[in-house]
């Protein structure tokens, strides 16, 4: 056996130990934490119960928005008991590796959109890109997302009842009409989010 020489030791140590370090998130464990979630994010088409809308995608959604957002509803910026519920059993250490499973591959740019933006569009371009694939980790993306939950969202911003700085200010100047228009528009861009039972075991999701 060759000796392992003392400066590679040395060096592994500095590294592990070095400010910034950090290891990639472990998708991994992050299944094992996240096996509560499936029954509803897991299945296709599932809804939430009142009001009614289908439970958001979150395979291929931006893991840093989804660790921001589980923020949120521990917080009360976002109001929703089950979500609640379900945030507040999870330490923000784990955050990270639930959101790498859940998300399994984030969605990339393409560049080009699917169909006709809507006028509307114009002011969201600047972060959710012009195919609904949001332009920094922060930024959620949209594409595919389902129809109702984008209403929904955005009447949640518009009448203040979810808290955020930026949308507050992108959702006031919409009208019933624009809500609807923009989300039948960043629904219908592909490749789009995926229940994240439709990646992992049935392997197939809509344009991917
Ligand atoms: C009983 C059903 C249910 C369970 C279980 C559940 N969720 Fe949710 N989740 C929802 C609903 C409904 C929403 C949308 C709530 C809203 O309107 O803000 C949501 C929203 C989210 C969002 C924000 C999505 C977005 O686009 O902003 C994330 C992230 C999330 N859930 C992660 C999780 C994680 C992680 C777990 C498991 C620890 C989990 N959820 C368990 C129903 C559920
Ligand atoms: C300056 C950047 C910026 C602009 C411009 C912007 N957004 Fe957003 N958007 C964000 C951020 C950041 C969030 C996450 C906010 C939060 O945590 O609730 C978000 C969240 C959303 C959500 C919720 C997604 C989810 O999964 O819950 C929707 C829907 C949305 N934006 C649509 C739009 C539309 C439509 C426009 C144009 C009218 C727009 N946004 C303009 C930054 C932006």
Redesign the pocket.
């Known amino acids: 056996m060759t000796p392992r020489p003392a400066w590679l030791a040395l060096s592994l140590t500095l590294a592990l130990l070095a400010p910034g370090f950090s290891q990639a998130a472990d998708a991994v464990r992050g299944g094992k934490l996240a096996y509560t979630c499936h029954g509803c994010h897991g299945i296709p088409g599932y809804r939430n119960s009142y009001p009614i809308y289908n439970v ?1 995608k979150l395979g291929g ?1 931006h893991t840093a ?1 989804m660790i ?2 589980l923020k ?1 509803y521990k917080s009360g ?2 109001a929703h008991p089950t979500m609640y519920a379900q945030a507040t059993t999870l330490a923000d250490a784990d955050l990270a590796d639930i959101a790498a499973y859940l998300s399994g591959t984030e969605l990339k740019p393409t560049g080009r959109a699917v169909g006709t933006a809507p006028k ?9 890109g012009n195919d609904g694939v ?1 332009i ?1 980790p ?5 594409a595919g ?1 389902h129809k109702d ?3 929904y ?2 009447r949640s ?1 518009k009448s203040g009842v ?3 700085a ?2 507050a200010g ?2 006031a ?2 009208t019933e009409k ?2 609807q228009e ?2 039948k528009f ?1 629904s219908s861009q592909r490749p789009g989010l995926c229940a994240t039972d439709e990646i992992r075991e049935l392997g197939k999701c809509e344009g991917r």
Do not use: F, W
């Open positions: 958001p959604q928005y921001a957002a949120e910026d976002r509307a569009s114009q002011t969201c371009v600047a972060c959710h949001g920094l922060e930024y959620p993306n949209l997302q939950y984008l209403e969202s955005l911003y979810r808290k955020n930026i949308m992108m959702a100047a919409l624009d809500i923009l989300a960043y």
